[in-house]
T-cell receptor
Framework: KQEVTQIPAALSVPEGENLVLNCSFTDSAIYNLQWFRQDPGKGLTSLLL?????REQTSGRLNASLDKSSGRSTLYIAASQPGDSATYLC??????????FGAGTILRVKS | GAGVSQSPSNKVTEKGKDVELRCDPISGHTALYWYRQSLGQGLEFLIY????????KSGLPSDRFSAERTGGSVSTLTIQRTQQEDSAVYLC????????????FGPGTRLTVT
């Protein structure tokens, strides 16, 4: 059974700092990996989607990498801003097309 | 264009009552998914529909849960004889197809069973 783990569970950083969120998964037979952001009381906003054949994806200040063979992904956020404060979720899509989610990292960027 | 919409946004019901939650996917998206987010369990897959194929119901926690998708568009998740442990946020997502497409999520329905 696929298990997705996110480290750290919570992170508090000063504004302007670069940071890395980690995601690991136990079964490397995935189709893709998706990073989401969730604001309190809201739904999920897709940030980046990495297909299994890709190594990384970039969008603005965000960069996500995927090492499928070792079961790891990282989300790098450059020059963090208070507006980046949210819960970040990692999810893998495996056979059956369902997403399996990690528990998330709660990020707080202090101004 | 319009995103995934869900209704109601909040629902409070008494234990033992039935509830229906609605999801309107993005127009043209053939795949539709239901997930549940609860404090103790995180985000869990419930069911997905793809076109006219039989749905994958493997995530439904009990036979009190059912879902249907009419006309390949709107979907309804029904929970019969609600229990307190059903309290959660129910999220719907849609995508253009299955692999390798991105899933887009709605705002969710917060269900509270008293």
């Amino acid at each position: 059974k696929q298990e997705v783990t996110q480290i750290p569970a919570a992170l508090s950083v000063p504004e302007g700092e670069n940071l890395v969120l980690n995601c690991s998964f136990t079964d490397s037979a995935i189709y893709n990996l998706q990073w989401f952001r969730q604001d309190p009381g809201k739904g999920l906003t897709s940030l980046l989607l990495i297909q299994s054949s890709q190594r990384e994806q970039t969008s603005g200040r965000l960069n996500a990498s995927l090492d499928k063979s070792s079961g790891r992904s990282t989300l790098y956020i450059a020059a963090s801003q208070p507006g980046d404060s949210a819960t970040y979720l990692c999810a893998v899509k495996e056979g059956g097309n369902k997403l399996v989610f990690g528990a998330g990292t709660i990020l707080r960027v202090k101004s | 264009g319009a995103g995934v919409s869900q209704s109601p946004s909040n629902k409070v019901t008494e234990k033992g009552k039935d509830v229906e939650l609605r999801c309107d996917p993005i127009s043209g998206h053939t795949a539709l998914y239901w997930y549940r987010q609860s404090l103790g369990q995180g985000l869990e897959f419930l069911i997905y529909f793809q076109g006219n194929s039989a749905p994958d119901k493997s995530g439904l926690p009990s036979d009190r849960f059912s879902a249907e998708r009419t006309g390949g568009s709107v979907s309804t998740l029904t929970i019969q004889r609600t229990q307190q442990e059903d309290s959660a946020v129910y999220l719907c997502a849609s995508s253009l197809g299955l692999v390798p497409y991105e899933q887009y999520f709605g705002p969710g329905t917060r269900l509270t069973v008293t």
